[in-house]
């Protein structure tokens, strides 16, 4: 079992920046993939960036160049670094982590609001 604890949102105007943190319950070394997600009103989740175990990342492509995943393996923490934040980027974030161990299995934090507007 793995949990996982989101901070990092709050209101920020178009333009602006925030850095979302996502602390594990366990190792993240031993998580084969760490991402983050985002869900707005009426629409369905969607990726915006993830990383492997061996550091690969992925991108939406509407968020290349702004966003950046990172993580810190001694305090079990992935952040994303969102920059030049649109109004249209408003939504819930969520941290997932995906296990590979026999079977797939998703992981899911609590969700953190980011509201951009001015």
């Known amino acids: 079992q793995v949990q996982l604890v989101e901070s990092g949102g709050g209101l920020v105007q178009p333009g602006g920046s925030l850095r979302l943190s996502c602390t594990a319950s366990?190792?993240?070394?031993?998580?084969?993939?760490m991402g983050w997600y985002r869900q707005a009103p009426g629409r369905q989740r969607e990726l915006v960036a993830s990383?492997?175990?061996?550091?690969?990342?992925n991108y939406a492509d509407s968020v290349k160049g702004r966003f950046t995943i990172s993580r810190d393996n001694a305090n079990n923490t992935v952040y994303l670094q969102m920059n030049s934040l649109k109004p249209e980027e408003t939504a819930v974030y969520y941290c997932?982590?995906?296990?590979?161990?026999?079977?797939?299995?998703?992981?899911w934090g609590q969700g953190t609001q980011v509201t951009v507007s001015s």
């Open positions: 997932n982590a995906r296990t590979l161990s026999g079977r797939l299995i998703d992981y």
């Open positions: 366990v190792s993240i070394a031993t998580i084969n993939r």
């Open positions: 990383m492997t175990s061996g550091g690969r990342t």
